[in-house]
């Protein structure tokens, strides 16, 4: 499974069949489902895999990727140079304008970046840019970002900082009513319902094939495979992997999802390391893979660290399974029937619910009492960034698509950085210091010191790497991405 497998259990249905559909219409409007409504359509806020599934194709960023991840100017006229160890120059393309027809040029992009950065914005995303001081204008095509140190993965984390407007990203409307330079634009949003992407007529690259997207929100995977089967969608999000057979076609791509449970380090229960350590002993990830995921799915290596990513560390092992050393450590602890609160969602990423409840259930099983807590996606985001009253244990699914050791260390590793849950110093100081060297064999020593302490002090419990599993209709023409974008201007669809 190291490369793209695509299996379709029907052949793509040509022009012939659809000899009874008139015009153009039928071809040219998709129907997408995904698991959730997006919380906002400012793509600067919050850390929301369903806004990014729309707003992907409304926004645009400096820097791009291919089909295949390899990283491409996008906005940026060229790949960006260095004029000194912390300055980064971008030369942008001329002649783009947002679709409330501001221009794109430098003054947009010294607002996007600015606007991110700023704590007072308590962007989700922060931990993207950390390294970020400011953004410069030389000239209207031409802008230099600053960072706090040598950051050599810069490029990369201007390919997810999405461009706004200067001016109109400001307006309270904004976020319900955006503006990109993206291939398509809002049309409508329907509260509770779907969200409508129109092509952008004036937009400034290849023209997409498809002139109308809609999305649906259907948060429950079996209505969301009834839907494809029905022919009432075209594209599904995480199909479920025993009705992969049921649809007319499917694709499974490796993914950059670990899904992970984040501990509480100062929390009563789990700030005790014999806990966390229990917490990662008591659960069989090789039954959770095969069983329920069908084998579209891994146990993660001890680490969030995902295994195409700079910074794996191939030394680290699964946990092991032994549900009779986990009670040991929970009776040695004091902790038995001692409460931990799981919080999660259900809908947004594939088999979440599912995963939730049968890690309650081993955690129950060696004398744990869970209290598990399920919410509403944007409630769900709101738990997991506040740093104040931090549950026990949090599900998330992290996606590393900058491909790097960074991302997860700012997320759940580095102390104060995103929903992380620990206050260890030491290790932020190494999180830290890997970020800003550029001795490639030095960077990754570290981050393998990184790994292997918090793999030590159970600070997190790794669970799967999963595969990306997408369901179709006949008539879409596609080849899913390994970043699990859902570009509308790569797809076609066949009459």
Not at 237 to 262: C, D, H, K, M, Q
Not at 440 to 445: I, L
Request: aromatic letters at 10%; charged letters at 25%; a negative charge.
């Amino acid at each position: 499974m190291d490369s793209i497998r695509v299996f379709w259990t029907a052949a793509v249905v040509s022009a012939a069949l659809c000899a009874g559909c008139v015009g153009t219409s039928w071809a040219s409007e998709l129907t997408i489902a995904i698991g959730s409504e997006p919380s906002t359509l400012d793509s600067q806020l919050r850390e929301d895999g369903g806004e990014r599934a729309v707003s992907d194709n409304i926004y645009e960023t400096l820097m791009a990727r291919t089909a295949d991840g390899a990283l491409v100017p996008g906005l940026a006229a060229e790949a960006p140079s260095q004029q000194a160890p912390t300055i980064w120059r971008f030369k942008l393309r001329g002649g783009v304008k947002f679709q409330n027809d501001e221009d794109f040029n430098a003054d947009s992009v010294v607002a996007s970046v600015q606007r991110i950065i700023d704590p007072a914005f308590k962007s989700e995303q922060a931990s993207y840019f950390s390294t970020i001081v400011k953004a410069e204008k030389v000239d209207n095509l031409t802008v230099d970002i600053v960072t706090s140190g040598p950051d050599p993965l810069l490029p990369s984390r201007m390919y997810w900082m999405k461009m706004v407007p200067a001016k109109y990203s400001s307006d309270p409307a904004f976020a319900a009513a955006p503006s990109g330079t993206g291939p398509y634009k809002l049309e409508a949003w329907n509260r509770g319902q779907n969200i409508i992407l129109k092509k952008n007529p004036n937009y400034w690259g290849d023209k997409p094939a498809i002139d109308q997207v809609t999305y649906s929100f259907i948060a429950e995977p079996g209505t969301r495979l009834s839907s494809l089967v029905a022919g009432e969608v075209d594209l599904i999000t995480n199909l479920l992997p025993e009705f992969v057979t049921a649809v007319p076609a499917y694709a499974a791509v490796p993914g950059l999802e670990t899904s992970v449970i984040v501990l509480g380090a100062d929390n009563p229960v789990t700030g005790d390391a014999r806990v966390r350590m229990a917490l990662n002993l008591a659960i069989d990830r090789k039954a959770l893979s095969e069983n329920l995921f069908g084998g579209f799915a891994k146990p993660a290596q001890g680490q969030l660290v995902n295994p195409k990513a700079f910074g794996f560390n191939s030394a680290l092992s699964p946990y092991p399974y032994d549900p009779d050393r986990a009670r040991a450590l929970i009776k040695e602890a004091g902790a038995e029937g001692k409460t931990v609160t799981l919080v999660g969602e259900a809908g947004r990423w594939l088999k979440d619910r599912e995963t939730i409840e049968a890690v309650a259930a081993y955690w129950q099983a060696i004398g744990i009492n869970v209290d598990t807590k399920f919410f509403e996606f944007g409630e769900y985001l709101t738990q997991l960034f506040d740093k104040e009253h931090r549950p026990g244990a949090v599900f998330v699914q992290n996606s590393d698509e900058l491909l790097d050791a960074d991302r997860p260390m700012t997320s759940a590793y580095e102390s104060g950085a995103s929903y992380a849950s620990n206050s260890d110093a030491d290790m932020a100081a190494k999180v830290k210091a890997a970020r800003m060297t550029t001795d490639v064999k030095e960077r990754a020593a570290i981050y393998a010191e990184i790994t292997k302490h918090a793999y030590d002090e159970a600070y997190l419990v790794p669970l799967l790497n999963l595969e990306d599993v997408y369901g179709f209709s006949k008539r879409l023409e596609w080849k899913p991405r390994p970043d699990a974008k859902l570009l509308v201007k790569e797809m076609s669809l066949v009459e």
